[in-house]
């Protein structure tokens, strides 16, 4: 008898979940996958990433918002848009999504298990199936957690998934608010913030910190304010949030909303955005030796090895980038790892696609870091409207940004907002990788009339500010 019942045992069927799943049954692996849910796919299909670019996208057709530029900002495919017509797009892709998965774990013999786990010790999981049929104890010779994470929240907030409400409640709302609040503006806040903006919903986007996304190149973020202020949303930066509270007055149900500083907002909704929390609390990590921070994160090395080396962390329960492509290439190089197989990645050149209107989406270095650390550089830019397809498509707002080494032009960043961004940024990607230089782009041909001529007139305008 084998001396486990599986060489590889997941906890969580989302993108990390997935990856390392599949990995380990083309390498010819026992592989089982435990998920508590109804259904498999995680946040990222469910609740997450699918639904909320598929609505982005509804409402980007419906409202015409990408072709107001040619025809006007009264220009629309449908008027009275209603929370129906975009739950529609969205439940179609959402269904292909989790039948797709489902069908790739089958083909691949994964045995999928309906079942809550927690662990017993470091090897056994207790899994509490989902149908009722009781419990079983299962072991494994290495245990992947991949249970990604859960809407942070504070007992104090009065949610009810209508008037107040989580970002996973959107799929729920019974109509779309004439005005609303976004309570926090991390990539989530500021995503829908975008997405209600273009239907012409009265935004206020309310952060603490003095600025969107610190992480993102400023030039960018300056530019994603500057589009949010002319679809009308207003922005409420270094404020904290004292008291969020139903209330009924003369104009009905509606949020009020106090801030530190004494201002107090009213919105007939609020989404409540503050973050996420990792879902480990079911998971009974003492049993196996761990334990979670207060955020419910795991710390992995450099292998998402956890303390116990045959238990290994992978996707958003481990913490920054928190994005579903870094979370399916850390579940295949942890599986990777767990099984003696050699496998490499190139983790600090992953991309950022932001998802806000418009497109926000980065690779490698910005400006402020390269500051920070001293590095000489030298920028150039292409504006969507002065290339063909910018003024075909009617995004004459797009901005495409390379930065690149004073002296050996070497690219170290490329910063894209605009239509197709996170398209667009995987040409800079690939130069990034293979140490390439902005004479690259100068050199190479680029169909036309395409948004990828951006990298060859920032090149030029990139070595015209050399001199």
Known sequence: MPEYEYDLLVIGSGPAGQRAAIQAAKLDKRVALAERKAVIGGVCINTGTIPSK?????????????????????YTVKQN??????????????????????????????????????FVDPHTLRLTYVDGRGQRDVNAA????????????????????????????ILKL??????????????IGCEYASIFAALGVRVTLIDKRE???????????????????????????????SAIEPVQDQNGERVRISLASGKQIAAEKALYSIGRTGATEELNLTAAGLAADNRGRIQVNEHYQTAVPHIYAVGDLIGFPSLASTSMEQGRLAACHALGVEARSVPELFPYGIYTIPEISMVGRTEEELTDRGVSYEVGKAQYREIARGQIIGDSTGLLKLIFHLETRQLLGVHIIGEGASELVHIGQAVLAFGGRIDYFVQTVFNYPTLAECYKTAAFDGINRLG
């Open 54 to 74: 598929t609505l982005r996208e509804a409402v980007l057709h419906l409202s015409g918002y990408r072709e107001r530029g040619v025809y006007g900002v009264s």
């Open 81 to 118: 848009i209603t929370m129906n017509d975009l739950l529609f797009r969205a439940d179609h892709v959402i269904r292909h999504e989790i039948d797709v998965t489902r069908h790739q774990l089958m083909r691949n013999r994964v045995e999928v298990l309906p079942a809550e786990a927690a």
């Open 142 to 169: 290495a245990i992947i957690v991949a249970t990604g994470t859960t809407s942070t929240h504070d007992p104090h907030i009065p949610l009810d998934g209508q008037r107040i409400f989580i970002s996973d409640d």
């Open 174 to 187: 019974d109509r779309l608010p004439r005005t609303i609040a976004v309570v926090g503006a991390g990539v």
């Open 211 to 241: 600025r969107l996304l610190p992480f993102v190149d400023h030039e960018i973020i300056d530019a994603l304010a500057y589009h949010l202020r002319q679809n009308r949303v207003t922005l409420r930066l270094g404020e904290a949030v």
